[in-house]
């Protein structure tokens, strides 16, 4: 007891000096909220020790229906080009936290003066039982909780406006710091200095005035980045003088709830979540072992099924080889029966019996690099209705040949990172595997793109949208993206010297989208590739081999298979 009372004074003092309160005659209150405490335990340089957090209830709020809460963070292809860049420039990754970030955001006062904002006006009122301990408080000795209330002069924790006002009060300071957003990920920052006469390396094309210095990505109050030591050190002084000391581990830590492991001599980076498989239990339906699949589950089995499920699509952070299993356990959450919680448990062993080999590595590679994307998409034509999924994964690879003879031969093994992946259900109607095909990559063409600008402007710089665009148009990117499928008759429908129009008549401007992307310069170059090389296909299709997946994510190496692959190249 003795504990937990020092841990909510303690809370209570940070609230304090944070200026996030002060004391209101309750007469004048107009939308009063209780609150409550969350006590956890916590390990502190090997000490067990117990920690309050004061949260309010911010679904009493009055105000919550005409508040703006987006809060921005870094996407998920944004956090791996960090790795990226890390194991490129051999520099040590770091990840740092912010401590009580919410209370630093901007004060009600201030956001009222901003655009889009409302005039809040809340109060609340501390748990039960707690009024002794505020009264501890400088100021507050003689408080009464029958005529007084706590006036909020900031967002506490449980308030729906909370992430957005911090983020408001981050995204400022990390400009002011010199550090600028990219176009393609508002919440990726990038730091370029001037390029030194020795010693420095120039971005691809050698005409760049400024390198690449520090990269930085943003999640709530959790920050990852890696960056000359000297650009580094002067960052992190200047948050700490923002927002106090900052908690900041190198080497191994875990950011995001995954796990980063560098290597202190190569600096490359192997991401997982090896720590997060334990917690997952299996179902337990041995009880029902001579019931048949097609048993309805029950209402607690059903659940266990949607938790179950739920753990397993956190696991395709890092384990891009269960995708298209996820994506089929997930259509079932509805209405499961016994069947798909078998599948689902039999799924969970093959994670465990596999899970060293399940992760993301980020290699070093040799420049230049291309960004290419495969695209791979699945048409099961049913009695009333069809399922069409559609599958994309975008590496970033060593562009090892000449700008007229690509090097993709049969038996070749490409170093590479995988930046990103999905699985999801077609978002269109389509009637045909040549459909479902050709919008699969239209889909797939624009994602790279936006990961190719992104790489563009961490090698060159921030810039303008309409400076970017004219980089591509001009085929001045750093950076060049590939697109690649393995159904014939799309490559030769795009690529043909005179379109012509395919069996469904609608599908031909997408063809001439597709064809446009390549002659602009969005698309350098679309290649054909034997479906035993086409990773991609392993995202749509559950019975595909998962070697390959897993070997270009835990290896960083996707291996050319099959007939030779085949190249077109509109743009002059």
Known sequence: EKQCNQAMLDELKRWLNLGAFERSPKKYASNVIDARWVLTWKIVKGERI???RLVVRGFKDLQAAQLSTFAGTTTRWGQRIVNSVAAQHRWPLFTADVSQAFLRGLTFEQAAQTKDEVQRDVQFTVPPGSVNLLKKLPGYSDFNPLTEVLRMLRCGFGLKDAPRLWNKVLRKVLQDLGLTPTQSDPQLYVWHASNRSSGSVEPAGGEASKRLVLILSTHVDDFKGAGEAEYRQMRIEGFEKEFSTLKIKTGNFECVGLMHEQDPSTFEVWTHQHHYVPQIKEIPVDAKALVPDEEPADEDLSQLFMSLVGALAWLVLTMLAICIYVAYLQRQTKAPNLGHIRRANRLLRWIRRNLKRLGVYFRRLRTPLRVITLSDSAFKAQDYQGLVMRGCIVLLVEDTSGASAPAYLPGTEVECQVLDWYSPKHSRVVRSTYAAELLSLLDAVGQGNLIATAL?????????????????CSASRSVEHDAAVDAKAVFDGVTAEQPKTPAEKPLFLHALAMREYMESGHVDRLWWLDTLAML??????????????????????WKIVGLQPIFKQLRS
Do not use: F, P, Y
């Open 456 to 472: 563009d402007e961490v090698q060159c710089g921030a810039a303008s949208a309409r400076q970017l665009l004219e980089r591509h």
């Open 50 to 52: 117990i920690t309050a």
């Open 536 to 557: 991609a296909d392993g995202m749509t299709k559950g019975s595909v081999e998962r070697e390959a997946l897993i070997a270009v994510c835990q290896l960083g190496v």
